[in-house]
């Protein structure tokens, strides 16, 4: 007997539905379910706000989302509370979620009125825009007023974020360390205290070496290793250290000229950041003379500048670690 088209489709649909009957689906997964659910709730948000434009233009008012922005982030919230914590594949992210959504549908509407939007997130800082992903359009930290290297670009908004900058070049860590901004470089403070980092003590640059070229005079032998006293219990975990860290180093002449400031008088260093200086003494850099081996290079913070002298006289020293 003939079966019509429309008989053999029946079959085809009654029986698929009752073997789908007869063999029920398996649970959902609680975080398939609460992102399933997110999405529901983005569709259902970009419909509100798109449906508000909609009515705004017929009406020709300003589009109201007030039904819209009260309830997304609430559903959000509410489906990761459901779905118990770190559940979820995305925690929190309503807030940055209804801003992308409103974004979207923003630039929706835009383009329907006949208009044109920029593309924030492409790459390509646009009019509109400070900044897009990677690209900075040049500016940095510094240009924003602030110092440091940190200054990002905000996705979704492609404005400039600041976080990472500091509204001051010094930072006082409270552990008898300096962190310079400008440079990324953490110094060591001076005091009175009688101990490694006492203002007091002066050191060679070499002393063993008939040539005295090589780096094995007090400088190094006592005074970086008296602040890089570290050690381990266990073979794995370190401790100690001046500050916490075991990096410390004699600074380059150029890094050392970084702190030279004469608006300060005699000495020419900001003592109320790296502590008391002596005005008439000079600090040892590690930077070797180019044109002879056995003097090296210094700054004598009585007037700001740097000098040469032989690596068997002494100086004071002031430690430096980070940078190059």
Same mark, same amino acid.
């Given at each position: ?163 990472g900058c500091s509204a001051t070049r010094y ?7 300096? !962190? ?18 006492? !203002? ?52 380059? !002449? ?14 020419? !260093? ?35 500048s740097a000098y040469l002298d032989g690596k068997i006289f002494i100086a004071r020293v002031r ?6």
């Open positions: 007997m003939r079966r019509s088209l429309w008989g053999v489709l029946s079959c085809f649909f009654l029986c698929g539905f009752l073997i789908v009957l007869s063999h029920p689906a398996a649970a959902v997964e609680p975080a398939v379910k609460c992102e399933a659910g997110k999405l529901k709730e983005a569709g259902k948000y970009g419909f509100c706000r798109l449906k508000a434009n909609s009515k705004a233009v017929k009406k020709g008012e300003v589009a109201d989302y007030t039904k819209c922005t009260d309830k997304f982030p609430l559903k959000f919230n509410a489906l990761e509370t459901k779905a118990g914590a770190s559940v979820c594949p995305s925690e929190g992210d309503g807030t940055s979620m209804e801003t992308r959504i409103t974004t979207d549908t923003a630039e929706i509407a835009a383009l329907l009125s006949g208009g044109t939007v920029t593309e924030c997130g492409n790459g390509v800082v646009e009019t509109g825009e400070e900044c897009d992903f990677g690209d900075l359009n040049g500016e940095t930290c510094t240009t924003q007023g602030m110092f440091g290297d940190g200054l990002a670009c905000t996705p979704g908004t492609c404005g400039f974020d600041t976080s930072e006082d860590t409270g552990l008898g360390t300096v !962190i310079d901004h400008q440079t990324s470089l953490e110094w060591q403070k001076t005091d009175t205290d009688g101990g490694v980092t006492d !203002i007091t003590p002066t050191y060679t640059w070499t002393e063993s070496d008939a040539d005295h070229t090589d780096p094995d005079g007090t400088v190094f032998t006592e005074f970086l290793a008296g602040l890089n006293n570290c050690g381990s219990g266990d073979g794995t975990t370190v401790s100690g250290g001046y500050g916490g860290h075991c990096d410390w180093r004699v600074p380059q !002449i150029g890094e050392l000229l970084t702190i030279v400031d004469c608006a300060f008088g005699n000495p020419c !260093i900001d003592q109320s950041v790296f502590g008391p200086t002596p005005a008439s003494s000079g600090y040892w850099s590690s930077s070797t003379w180019l044109g002879n081996e056995d003097a090296a290079w210094g700054v004598g913070f009585t007037v700001g430690a430096v670690r980070g940078g190059s």
